[in-house]
Every structure is written in C-alpha cells, then in structure tokens.
C-alpha cells in the first residue's frame, strides 16, 4: 500500500476489528478493506452502497454474470488485484472454474450467453476506450440483451473503473490464492456493505 | 437497479462538496481533470488514463510538493470517480441514441 495512512491510520475499534478477520480467517486484511475502511464517511460508505446496489441489488443478470463482469473488467485494465480477486468470486458463484478461465482468456469461444459475450466486449471496449459508440451498443442489443441488461452491466463498468484505478494508484499488495478464496466466500455471503 | 442513480449523485456530491482536507477546489480539478499544471493534476492524469502505470515517485512528487497523505488520498479517489464518471455518462448518451431512434 502506498500511503501509509491506508495501511495503518485506522481508529482503534477498526485495528481491532483487522485483528479479529485475521484471526478467525487465518488470512491477511485485503487491501480493499482497509482502503475502505479508512475514513469512511468519505469514499467507503457511498462508495459501498453503489457497488452493493449494482452487485447484489435487483438485475436480470445473475450474481455470478456480474462478478464475472468485474473479473472481465479488471482484467481489461490489467489490474492483478481485482482479476484475481472477482475471478474467485465469479468461480465460486458458477461454481465452475473453467468456464470463468475461458471467458477471461477466450471470449469468443468461451461457453457463455451471446447477451453475455456481446455484453462483455462492450464493457471491454468502455474500459479500453473510454467512451462507446451508438453501433457499440446496438450490436449488445442486437445479441440479445435488454435496455436494461445493458444499463446494469455500465453500472458495475463504472465500479470496478474506479476500484481497479484506487488498487493501482495505491498498490494493493496481492496476496495467495487462499486469501481471495476467503475473500470470495466472505462477499457472496455478506455482500459489499 | 433503481437507486443507482441516487446512490452515486450521493457518493459524487460526498467527495465534491463535503468536507475533505484537500481543498474543494482541488477536489473538483482533480474529478473533472481540469487543471493541468503542477504535481497533483499529473497524479489526476495518471490516475484517469495510466493507473497501471503510477509508481512510488509518482506518488513522492506529488507528496514533495507539500501535499499531506490524506489529501492525496481524496485527489486519487476524486480522479478515479471522475473518470469512471465520464465513461458511465458516454456509453449512457450512446445508449439513450440508440433507443431514441427506435
């Protein structure tokens, strides 16, 4: 972590609070909690009820369609963190680690829904390109998904744009796999609140 | 996904206009990237087009200059929302073109 202040400028009752994940997870505070976790009221709290609307929150797009779309975001920004974060979380929720593998590497052939795919291409070029154009969008339409589809998935494009820049711009350490799949456990049971 | 749009005017307006201890002003530039001299509004610029590419010196020049940890803080996470901003907003206007026309 970069600032020393995300590391260790926590209030006492949240230092506690670390000890207490570490010990019963008998893995590392994520970097992403304790950026989260400092000063709250600032970025943490409005920022953790956005993603918890956009991930948890009414959409026709499954739980596990959504994390997959962070995955597929993060990676687009090449941000280690994040990929490995939300691909654990998206295996987890599908239950299948293939097919997230296969999406990530190969979109065009990997096994999901032509909306899905159509969907993810779009997220990845809003990513890449910053902007979209009107045949961008009618090309999802055309695949298959909904005005509303569409409006959901720029939604969680806009969350992980933001999370995958404050994980570069302040370091997130990445740790091993065991703490993502704690991680990944921890937010399909309890979400992003 | 019907309280999207409250919940992030709310997170906007919070890191905006609320109190903060980088100014409002430099809050502001840092968001809309509309300052572009001096250490913190590169900082913005990388946080907006290169986050990949920002390292330890980026973040010690911008700290040399005078700015605190907590300030740096505020002006990274006001240019990361500021950018995702921009995108969210840009493929909207595309999706709202579109839609219109059918």
């Not at chain 1, 997220?123 to 910053?130: A, P, V, W």
């Not at chain 2, 087009?49 to 390292?55: C, R, V």
Request: net charge neutral; with cysteine; aromatic share 6%.
């Amino acid at each position: 972590m970069r600032l020393q202040i995300l590391d260790t400028g926590h209030g006492f009752g949240t230092k506690a609070l670390f000890s207490f994940i570490q010990l019963v997870s008998r893995q590392p505070v994520l970097d992403v909690v304790k950026l989260v976790s400092y000063r709250p009221d600032f970025y943490g709290k409005p920022m953790s009820k956005v993603t918890q609307e956009v991930m948890r929150g009414p959409s026709s797009w499954s739980v596990a369609e959504r994390e997959l779309m962070a995955a597929f975001i993060a990676k687009t920004n090449r941000c280690e963190f994040c990929t490995k974060a939300h691909s654990a979380v998206a295996q987890r929720a599908f239950g299948d680690r293939r097919s997230v593998s296969n999406a990530l590497s190969g979109l065009d052939t990997a096994n999901v829904s032509e909306p899905l795919r159509s969907t993810l291409h779009m997220l990845g070029k809003l990513t890449r390109e910053h902007t979209l154009n009107a045949n961008d969008v009618s090309a999802v339409l055309a695949a298959g998904a909904s005005r509303q589809q569409i409006e959901d998935a720029l939604a969680i494009c806009f969350v992980f744009n933001v999370i995958g820049r404050l994980a570069d711009a302040f370091e997130f350490a990445v740790p091993g796999p065991e703490a993502f799949e704690a991680g990944a456990k921890y937010i399909l049971t309890r979400g992003y609140r | 996904m019907s309280n999207i749009t409250e919940a992030r005017k709310a997170l906007v307006a919070r890191i905006l206009e609320g109190a903060g201890q980088a100014s409002r002003a430099d809050r502001q530039a840092a968001f809309h990237l509309s300052s572009t001299a001096g250490p913190p509004a590169a900082l913005a610029e990388k946080v907006a087009h290169d986050p990949a590419g920002i390292s330890d010196e980026d973040i010690a020049v911008v700290r040399a200059s005078g700015i605190s940890e907590d300030q740096v803080f505020e002006i990274v996470v006001c240019a990361a929302i500021g950018q995702a901003s921009r995108q969210y907003d840009a493929a909207l206007a595309a999706l709202e073109t579109v839609i219109g026309k059918e």
